[in-house]
């Protein structure tokens, strides 16, 4: 480290937690002027990132791992708690080197580009039902009602469960994943959501190696059975698909349709121009990404900028900071679907890390938007958003709309 400049060259920040960075408003004016100020920063917890060139250089970097072990010790969680401490250390976002190698590269076969084609008519009927059936005096909560729980009915078709499942994975999920909060408060939930998840996910292991069909367990059961997967690693794997899949997706497309509906002409210029959904929705995950921080810890003695970051070091990567960078992206904050923009998101990490999950989440959103606009058009907002904004993330509690 002797010839390494000091990382005493950032600025200090007084931080304590996330909490200290404020909500909403306060929280981006904090951002924007940190992010004026340097690239990066020393808090209490280690270093903060606010610009999108070092936030994604970071993010693919092998100098730093993603610390998702680290989330069931944050939460108070012991090995004496059995499964629930364990099973996030074990799965895919957590295991190292050619172990995740190649644990990616058999989930890859089921969520890559060419496979997920089938899910899109699913996708379209959910949306569809659930409109329906929620609607009444033509109104409903389409965050409650729709985004949010799109992700666990798709998820039941996924491991072919019916629908009624949905209801109890969404809140199993909800509980697990008070996780990322890492705060010892939430052990218990985790712990008790942790046990029914297991149980329900090692009885649909064993009912489907009597019962093949085409479905994400099945796959997953052929290849325990060439070897590729221990039974350990395909029951925590599964419980942690559903995890990652649920949240992020569900509260994303809540976030894009008040982008979309908070503004009446550009519900319908999206209506009159459906190949703006894409542009819609890169607009929406850079300027209200659901993840707001993607945390490292440095795994080495590395230099960034001439800034040496001890191994161990504890990074807060500021995704909504990044992508809110006006350099190379004049005006970046602004919500602007004719603007032609090569920077690709963070709000899905990157390097080894970045999100399987991906290309499925962009397609519920798509499928999503588009059947809402064709076949609900006259939807309209009737009451502001709800919501919570935070340093860590953006969560919808509430968008309510007449039909
Ligand atoms: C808008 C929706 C989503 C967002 C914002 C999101 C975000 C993320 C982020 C930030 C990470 C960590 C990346 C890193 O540390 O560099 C991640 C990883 C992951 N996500 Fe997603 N995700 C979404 C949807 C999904 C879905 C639908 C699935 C289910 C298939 C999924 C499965 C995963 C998995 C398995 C990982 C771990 C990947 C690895 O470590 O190799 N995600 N996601």
């Not at 965050?143 to 072919?160: E, M, Q, S």
């Not at 990157?350 to 989440?361: D, F, P």
Request: aromatic fraction near 6%.
């Amino acid at each position: 480290m002797n010839d390494l400049l000091v990382s005493a060259e950032l600025p200090v920040v007084t931080w304590a937690g996330d909490g200290d960075l404020g909500e909403g408003e306060a929280l981006l004016a904090t951002l924007d002027a940190c992010r004026l100020e340097s690239w990066g920063a020393r808090s209490i917890r280690g270093f903060e990132i606010f610009r999108y060139a070092e936030a994604s250089s970071i993010l693919r970097s092998r100098d730093f791992a993603s610390p998702f072990g680290k989330l069931s010790e944050n939460s108070g969680l012991t090995p004496e708690d059995g499964w629930i401490y364990h099973h996030m250390g074990s799965t895919l976002a957590n295991v190292q080197g050619p172990a995740h190698v190649k644990l990616k590269s058999i989930f890859l076969e089921f969520f890559g580009p060419r496979a997920i084609g089938r899910w899109r008519s699913h996708v379209r009927d959910i949306v569809r039902s659930r409109v329906k059936t929620s609607a009444k005096d033509g109104t409903l909560d389409l965050a409650r009602d729709v985004c949010l729980v799109l992700p666990a009915y798709l998820f039941c078709r996924l491991i072919a469960r019916p629908d009624e499942d949905a209801a109890f994975l969404a809140h199993t999920s909800d509980e697990i994943l008070t996780i990322f909060d890492q705060d010892p408060k939430n052990r218990d939930r985790i712990i008790k959501a942790g046990n029914r998840l297991k149980t329900y996910t090692e009885n649909l292991i064993a009912e489907r190696t009597l019962n093949r069909g085409d479905d994400l367990i099945s796959y997953l059961i052929g290849k325990r059975e060439e070897g590729a997967l221990s039974h350990d690693e395909l029951v925590n794997n599964v419980a942690m698909l559903l995890e990652a899949s649920v949240d992020n997706t569900g509260n994303q497309f809540a976030l894009t349709m008040h982008h979309l509906l908070s503004v009446p002409e550009r519900w319908q210029h999206i209506k009159d121009n459906p190949g703006l959904i894409k542009k819609a929705i890169d607009e929406s995950i850079r300027i209200t990404p659901k993840v707001t921080t993607i945390n490292r810890i440095a795994t080495i003695d590395t230099v960034v900028n001439g800034v040496s970051i001890p191994a161990g070091s504890w990074i807060s990567v500021s995704i909504l900071g990044a992508q809110r960078d006006t350099t190379g992206l004049p005006e970046a904050a602004h919500y602007d679907l004719d603007r032609v923009s090569e920077r690709p998101h963070l709000v899905f990490g990157g390097g080894v890390y970045m999100c399987l999950g991906m290309l499925l989440s962009l397609l519920e959103l798509e499928e999503g938007i588009a059947t809402l606009a064709e076949e609900f058009p006259d939807l309209a907002l009737i009451a502001p958003l709800e919501q919570t904004f935070t340093a860590r993330n953006i969560t919808v509690q509430s968008l309510k709309v007449k039909i």
